[in-house]
């Protein structure tokens, strides 16, 4: 089997405090999938701290994933919606524009689906684009 290369990204990580595994000595893989990055922000009022967390893997796509729900049609994020998933998370599929291979981003909410928390990372999601 040839080799497989993820081509280049870029976001929007203003608001994100981003480690790769090479640079903090974090694992190279969640599950069997390659590790990219790990993401950290929080939401900070006078309601006080509210953090999510999240991580970028790289998987080969697959037919299983067949509830998305496209953020807007300038961005390759979709975000996978499935019935009964937990409260407290937010997964999405970032296709490769030719070939099998897929970003997994996975964002936990500790507090639940707090509006701005959510709105954070999908703005982190809409930014995302393949590089040219």
Wanted: hydrophobic content about 45%; overall charge negative; some cysteine.
């Amino acid at each position: 089997m040839q080799d497989l290369v993820l081509p280049s990204f870029e976001m929007d990580c203003r608001d994100w405090l981003v480690a790769t595994p090479d640079s903090v000595g974090i694992p190279e893989e969640v599950d069997g999938a390659p590790l990219l990055a790990v993401l950290s922000t929080a939401v900070i009022d006078d309601d006080g701290l509210r953090p999510a967390s999240g991580v970028l893997t790289v998987g080969l796509m697959d037919d299983d994933v067949q509830a998305v729900r496209t953020l807007d049609d300038d961005s390759p994020a979709a975000e996978i919606v499935q019935e009964g998933s937990a409260d407290d998370l937010l997964r999405f599929v970032l296709p490769a524009p030719s070939g099998p291979l897929a970003l997994l981003a996975e964002f936990r909410l500790p507090q639940g689906h707090d509006r701005e928390v959510v709105d954070r990372v999908e703005s982190l999601m809409r930014s995302f684009r393949w590089a040219a």
